[in-house]
């Protein structure tokens, strides 16, 4: 199967570090995305990885691939209340076949 | 652009009542997807196009039906509604043009039937 697993919740103090984690269990992934959806919206690409690769930094995101365990790590620096969202993890298999993760919800605490 | 659109933006409907959700693009992708998020399960495929005049199936199809007459354009269409197809409902297009296979959304339908 295809099945991509994220942890459904995570609590974090304004200022520090989230980590979000998701596994997936297709090892012809091309890319794996990150996904960021506010409430009542739609999803909003944060960031890509590509599979050859074993990190990517982007300003305060930083993504993690382990190909060997298949697990993605999306990693916010200085977590703000602005970042609390529903993130989604997504692999793409294939030409356009795009799976999606069940989304991690990221509470912000003041 | 207003890259992908989505209408309405709220729907309630009785059982066995039909409806079409509108879904348009003006990015020129290629690929559309309807999607459908239910609460802990993420975003399930329910139909997709690779462009005009050719649609499949994802992986939730049943109870709906889609076309595709313009590149613009995709609908999905509910013949006969049941509670079980409340939910929100996501548009997506793409482009084998960009490189990374990105998808770009809509702001979602969210549908309750009764």
């Known amino acids: 199967g295809e099945d991509v697993e994220q942890s459904l919740f995570l609590s974090v103090r304004e200022g520090d570090s989230s980590v979000i984690n998701c596994t997936y269990t297709?090892?012809?992934?091309?890319?794996l995305y990150w996904y960021k959806q506010e409430p009542g919206a739609g999803l909003q690409l944060l960031t890509y990885?590509?599979?050859?690769?074993d990190m990517k930094q982007d300003q305060r995101l930083t993504v993690l691939l382990n190909k060997k365990d298949k697990h993605l790590s999306l990693r916010i620096a200085d977590t703000q209340t602005g970042d609390s969202a529903i993130y989604f993890c997504?692999?793409?298999?294939?030409?356009?076949?795009?799976?999606f993760g069940t989304g991690t919800k990221l509470q912000v605490i003041p | 652009n207003a890259g992908v659109t989505q209408t309405p933006k709220f729907q309630v409907l009785k059982t066995g009542q039909s409806m079409t959700l509108q879904c348009a693009q003006d990015?020129?992708?290629?690929?559309m997807s309807w999607y459908r998020q239910d609460p802990g399960m993420g975003l399930r495929l329910i139909h997709y196009?690779?462009?005009?005049?050719?649609?499949d199936q994802g992986e939730v199809p049943n109870g709906y039906n889609v076309s595709r007459s313009t590149t613009e354009d995709f609908p999905l269409r509910l013949l006969s509604a049941a509670p079980s197809q409340t939910s929100v409902y996501f548009c997506?297009?793409?482009?084998?043009?960009?490189?990374?296979?990105?998808?770009?959304f809509g702001p979602g339908t969210r549908l309750t039937v009764l």
């Open positions: 997506a297009s793409s482009s084998e043009r960009e490189p990374t296979d990105t998808q770009y």
């Open positions: 297709d090892s012809s992934s091309t890319y």
């Open positions: 990885i590509f599979s050859n690769m």
């Open positions: 997504a692999e793409v298999v294939g030409y356009q076949k795009v799976t």
């Open positions: 990015m020129n992708h290629e690929y």
């Open positions: 196009s690779v462009g005009a005049g050719i649609t």
